[in-house]
C-alpha cells in the first residue's frame, strides 16, 4: 500500500509532467497543496466517480483555478472519466483539460473558476444552497440533503474584494457545512506577499464569525486529518483551515519562491524533483498501487447506495416531498407552469395598467412566485426600490434556513457570484436585484455565468435616465449595451406589464444561460396588443404597431422609449411601423423569414430610439438610419426635463423618421 506522501506524489508529478508537456500552466500550486488534497479526497470527500451529478455529493471547488493540474490530477486518479491523454492533452484546443477549470468540460468540475476569489464565492452560494435544500425537505429522521463544500483558495483569492464579500455573509448566515482551505504559501505572481498582503487573515475571518484552525503543516497528513475532522464538527459557523505550504514543494531549486508559480519547472529541474520526491517513474506513469490507493469508485458507488436507501425510505414516508425534491434536483419546472403562466399574462393584458416595470417585476413574482418555490430571491440592500420582495417571500437568515429570500446587504459583486453558485448546486432558480448602474460590480460574475451556461437572473431596475435627480452616478448609459455584447446571455428590457411578465416567464425558462431583466423605475403605459402580438413577444423583437401597406419608415424602440415611438408615429404624416425588441438576442436567433417580417428589406428608412448608448443599434437601421440615444453622460434633473433634454421628444422622434424617409 503505498504511504499518503506517495499519493500525494502523483498529484505533484502528473501537475509538473502536463505543465512541462503544454509548455504553459501554474505548477507551483498542485505541488503545494497535493497533500490538503490527498488528505480531503483520501479520508473525507462524499463523492461518487461513476455519478458525478449524485445530488447529496459533497461539492468541491479549486478557486485558485490557475492550479487547474491539482484538480484534474484527482478526478484522473480518483476514477472519473478523465483519461491521461485528457491530462497529457491539459491547455490544448478543445480538450477536457483547459488552462482553469471549466464547468461542463471534465466531469467532476463543479464550477468555472480563474477570475480570483470567485470560487469561494461561488462556495458559499453551494453551502447556502445546501442549507436552504435541507431545511425545506429534511425531515427527522431522514436526512437526504446532507453534503459539504469544500474550497482551496490562495493568497489571491483573499486579496480580491469579492472574498470579503461573500465570506463575510457566510459568517453571517452561519454556513456549518462550508470549509475552506487557504493556502498560505506567502507567493503570488510578483513574489513574496509581505510587501503587499499583510492582513491578518485568521482574525479577519474570526471577526466574520468564522471558525478558525491556524497554523495547519500543509504537508502533514495527520495534521491536516485532524483540522478536517475539527472543521466538520462545527456546525454552526463556516471553518477557515489556514495551511503553511511552500509553493512548488519538492522542486529543489524552484520551491518557496515564485518562479514556479506560473511557469514550467522545465526538464532538468522535473528531474531533480523526481529524485528528491523519490518518484522513481517517468512522465505520466502512474503505478497500479498508487492508483489502488486514489481509487474511489467503490467507496463512491457504497456511499451513494447508503444514500439511495435513504432517499427509498424517505420517498415511501414523504412521497410528493420527495417527488418535488426529485422534479427541482432535475431541473424541471412544475407539470402545470405552462398553463398557469399563459393565463397569468392574459390576466395582466386584461388589466391594462400602467406601472413602472420594476413594479410590474413585482406582480409578476406574485403571480410566477406560487408556481415555482425553487425561486430564491434576493437584492443588494435595494429591496424597496428593486421591488424583488413578494407576498410568498420568506427571509433567509442565520436562524432560519427555511425561505426563499435573502438580504444579500451591499454586496452587488459577491450576491452575484454566490447566486451563480446556488444555480451550480442545483434545486433553485436563483434571482438578485440591484440598479442597473451597480451591474458594473457585479460584472465578472455575469461574464461568468455566460460562460458556464448557467441559469441565473439579475435583475436591474432603475434602468435610465429616467430614474432622474440622482444623476450620472446612478444614471446607466452604457449598460444595456454592453450587457447585449455578452455571449450567451439574454437581456430583456420591456417597456410594459405584458413584456414584464413575458421576460420573467423567458427567463424562468432559460437552462442554458443567464438572463438580465431590466425595469423602469418610472410608470410605463400599456401597450394593446393582440394574442398573436403577445405570443410574438418571446420571440425578441415584434411589430406593435402597424401602417397600412409598405411602411414608409420603421421605428425600432425599447423600454420606456416604446410609447414614445408610438406616439411619434401617430403624430408623424408618414407610413410609421413600431417594433418593440425587448430582447435582441432573441430576436437575432429567429429565422430569417420571421426577421424580415418585421424588417422588409424594401424599408430602409429605420430609426432606433433607446436610452442608452446607441453604436448597437446601428446593425438594424443601417448607416444611413437614425439613433436617438446617449452618447454622453446624464445630468440631475427630473425624469422630464431629462428626456427632453436629451432629445428623447415626439418632436425629435417625428424629426428622426422625416429625414430617413426622405
Not at 491539482?70 to 485528457?86: A, E, K, N, R, V
Not at 406582480?363 to 420582495?389: H, Q, R, V, W
Request: with cysteine.
Amino acid at each position: 500500500m503505498s504511504s499518503r506522501r506517495t499519493l500525494a506524489n502523483a498529484i505533484r508529478a502528473l501537475s509538473m509532467d502536463a505543465v512541462q508537456k503544454a509548455n504553459s500552466g501554474h505548477p507551483g500550486a498542485p505541488m503545494g497543496m497535493a497533500d490538503i488534497a490527498e488528505a480531503l479526497w483520501n479520508g473525507h470527500m462524499k463523492h461518487n466517480p461513476a455519478n458525478p451529478d449524485w445530488a447529496d455529493r459533497d461539492r468541491f471547488v479549486l478557486s485558485n483555478g490557475h492550479g487547474s493540474m491539482l484538480i484534474y490530477s484527482l478526478l484522473h486518479l480518483t476514477g472519473y472519466d478523465l483519461s491521461m491523454d485528457d491530462l497529457k492533452s491539459f491547455r490544448q484546443l478543445h480538450a477536457k483539460t483547459p488552462g482553469h477549470p471549466e464547468y461542463g468540460y471534465a466531469p467532476g468540475v463543479e464550477t468555472t473558476t480563474g477570475p480570483l476569489g470567485q470560487g469561494i464565492a461561488n462556495g458559499v452560494g453551494m453551502a447556502l444552497a445546501e442549507k436552504t435544500m435541507a431545511a425545506q425537505f429534511n425531515k427527522p429522521g431522514h436526512e437526504v440533503v446532507d453534503h459539504n463544500t469544500y474550497v482551496f483558495m490562495g493568497d489571491g483569492c483573499l486579496m480580491e474584494g469579492i472574498s470579503h464579500e461573500a465570506c463575510s455573509f457566510a459568517g453571517t448566515l452561519g454556513l456549518g457545512k462550508l470549509v475552506a482551505f487557504w493556502d498560505d504559501n506567502g507567493i503570488s505572481i510578483d513574489g513574496h506577499t509581505d510587501g503587499w498582503f499583510t492582513d491578518d487573515t485568521p482574525m479577519r475571518f474570526e471577526s466574520y464569525g468564522w471558525h478558525v484552525i491556524r497554523s495547519v503543516d500543509g504537508h502533514d497528513a495527520d495534521a491536516l486529518n485532524k483540522a478536517i475532522e475539527e472543521a466538520k464538527s462545527v456546525t454552526d459557523k463556516p471553518t477557515l483551515i489556514c495551511c503553511k505550504t511552500i509553493i512548488g514543494f519538492g522542486s529543489p531549486n524552484l520551491a518557496g519562491t515564485h518562479d514556479c508559480h506560473g511557469a514550467p519547472l522545465g526538464d532538468d529541474e522535473i528531474k531533480l524533483t523526481r529524485e528528491q520526491l523519490d518518484w522513481a517513474h517517468g512522465p505520466f506513469v502512474i503505478p497500479d498501487e498508487v492508483y489502488a490507493g486514489w481509487n474511489a469508485k467503490e467507496v463512491g458507488a457504497a456511499a451513494e447506495s447508503v444514500w439511495a436507501d435513504k432517499f427509498a425510505a424517505y420517498k415511501a414516508e414523504y412521497p410528493e416531498l420527495a417527488a418535488e425534491y426529485e422534479r427541482r434536483t432535475a431541473g424541471d419546472l412544475p407539470a402545470n407552469w405552462e398553463e398557469e403562466a399563459a393565463k397569468f399574462i392574459a390576466s395582466v393584458n386584461e388589466k391594462a395598467e400602467s406601472p413602472a416595470t420594476r413594479k410590474a417585476s413585482q406582480n409578476a413574482l406574485n403571480g410566477f412566485g406560487p408556481l415555482l418555490p425553487e425561486f430564491l430571491g434576493g437584492s443588494a440592500d435595494l429591496s424597496p426600490s428593486n421591488l424583488t420582495f413578494w407576498s410568498g417571500c420568506k427571509s433567509i437568515n442565520e436562524g432560519n434556513a427555511d425561505g426563499n429570500y435573502l438580504s444579500y446587504g451591499v454586496r452587488e459583486f459577491g450576491m452575484s457570484a454566490i447566486m451563480n453558485g446556488a444555480s451550480l448546486h442545483g434545486g433553485f432558480v436563483p434571482y438578485g436585484a440591484t440598479f442597473l448602474m451597480f451591474s458594473e460590480y457585479a460584472r465578472n460574475a455575469l461574464r461568468m455565468a455566460a460562460l458556464m451556461k448557467i441559469q441565473s437572473i439579475f435583475v436591474y431596475t432603475h434602468d435610465s435616465i429616467g430614474l432622474g435627480e440622482d444623476g450620472p452616478t446612478h444614471q446607466p448609459i452604457e449598460q444595456i449595451p454592453t450587457l447585449r455584447m455578452i455571449p450567451n446571455m439574454d437581456v430583456w428590457r420591456p417597456c410594459d406589464a405584458v413584456e414584464t411578465a413575458v421576460a420573467w416567464k423567458c427567463a424562468v425558462e432559460k437552462k442554458d444561460g443567464p438572463t438580465c431583466l431590466i425595469f423602469s423605475r418610472q410608470g410605463l403605459a400599456h401597450q394593446p396588443r393582440s394574442d398573436a402580438q403577445i405570443a410574438d413577444i418571446a420571440k425578441g423583437g415584434y411589430v406593435l404597431v402597424d401602417c397600412d401597406g409598405t411602411p414608409d419608415a420603421i421605428v425600432i424602440a425599447t423600454g420606456s422609449e416604446v410609447d414614445l415611438a408610438v406616439k411619434a408615429a401617430a403624430a408623424s404624416d408618414k407610413k410609421v411601423r413600431v417594433v418593440s425588441m425587448p430582447n435582441t438576442s432573441a430576436f437575432d436567433a429567429q429565422d430569417d423569414a420571421y426577421k424580415a417580417s418585421v424588417f422588409p428589406a424594401s424599408v430602409t428608412a429605420r430609426v432606433a430610439v433607446e436610452a442608452a448608448v446607441s453604436d448597437g443599434w446601428y446593425k438594424y437601421v443601417g448607416l444611413n438610419g437614425k439613433v436617438i440615444g446617449m452618447n454622453r453622460f446624464g445630468e440631475s434633473a427630473p425624469a422630464g426635463q431629462l428626456f427632453e433634454e436629451f432629445g428623447f421628444t415626439v418632436d425629435n422622434v417625428v424629426s428622426a423618421i422625416d429625414e430617413v424617409s426622405t
